[in-house]
Structure formats: C-alpha cells, structure tokens
C-alpha cells in the first residue's frame, strides 16, 4: 500500500489527538520507565494544538494563530521530536526513509516557526 501525504495527514493527526487523549487519562507513574519521557512530553501539547501542529506538517496552517506556539515552545525540541519520531516509528512504521526523513525535518521547521531564533 503506497502513502501519499494527504492520507499521511490524515493519519498522523489521528494518532496524535488519540495519543494526546490517551495521555491525558492515563497516570504517568503506572508507565514502563522507557516511555515515562514520551509520556512527560505528550502530556506537555494539548490535543487541540496537537491537531494544529499535525496540520501545520502538511500545508501551512493556523499553528501561530491559535497560540499552540507557546504550547510548542513550553513542550521543548527535544520533545516534539522525540514525540514526532515515536509516532514515525510506532505508530506509523510503513513508512520510508524518505517519508520519514520529511517529517521530521517539518518537525524542526515547526519548531523554528514558533520559536524564533
């Protein structure tokens, strides 16, 4: 089954919101020690400007707009990549070198738009 990017957009806002959604009710402490980090960052972003952040991957979106840039800013780099790759790889692992090389990099690109240096 081939990817293509809108179904990618799809997709990875879903998983997302549902891994935001699953954060929020579930305790940290009740977590293997491995995924207590990811954890402390899922729980760091909102699903709303998880959703926001996702959109922004796929085409300029209103990430700016809707203050999620604090959230992005309050989560860390280190944890919205470490989240962007746990989804590349957990949760999404048909994906290509290719593919996921670009969304990491639109990772970063998140992080500097809301984050000026």
């Known amino acids: 089954m081939a990817f293509n990017i809108k179904s990618m957009a799809a997709a990875l806002s879903t998983i997302i919101t549902m891994t935001a959604f699953t954060s929020a009710s579930t305790s940290l402490a009740q977590s293997p020690e491995p995924d207590n980090y990811l954890n402390h ?48 790889e957990a949760l ?10 670009y969304f990491i990099d639109k990772a970063t690109q998140i992080w500097y738009l809301c984050v000026p240096v």
Do not use: D, F, W
């Open 41 to 88: 960052c899922i729980a760091k972003i909102s699903s709303r400007c998880a959703m926001y952040a996702t959109a922004e991957m796929y085409h300029h979106g209103l990430l700016k707009q809707n203050g999620c840039c604090l959230e992005i800013y309050h989560m860390g780099q280190i944890c919205l990549n470490i989240v962007t790759r746990h989804v590349i």
């Open 92 to 101: 999404v692992p048909k994906l290509g070198a290719t593919q996921k090389q």
